[in-house]
């Protein structure tokens, strides 16, 4: 997985997927940009896929560190665990 920012978990943030952080790139979730300083991954996502042809369009989109675990955890950890992500509504 590729990170950027300040590493927040040792078996997760490998030095050797880390990269430079995409500054000015916008999160899919809260479509605010990317600043420096801030903490996030970089994604591979399939935007079209032809079966026919075994072909697929592939895009980079760099996530928001708090972004993208509010869109995997269930918002009753979010509740239980108010610290678990910032609380900085433009970072959610």
Do not use: Y
Not at 5 to 14: D, E, H, L
Not at 19 to 30: A, I, N, R
């Amino acid at each position: 997985m590729r990170w950027f920012g300040k590493p927040w978990n040792p078996s997760a943030c490998v030095p050797s997927e880390k990269m430079d952080t995409p500054v000015g790139e916008k999160c899919p979730k809260c479509t605010s940009h990317i600043e420096e300083g801030d903490q996030g991954i970089v994604l591979l996502c399939a935007t079209s896929i032809n079966f026919e042809s075994e072909q697929c369009e592939v895009v980079a989109e760099a996530w928001h560190l708090d972004c993208f675990l509010r869109r995997l955890l269930p918002p009753d950890f979010l509740k239980r665990h108010p610290r678990a992500v910032s609380q900085d509504p433009g970072k959610n």
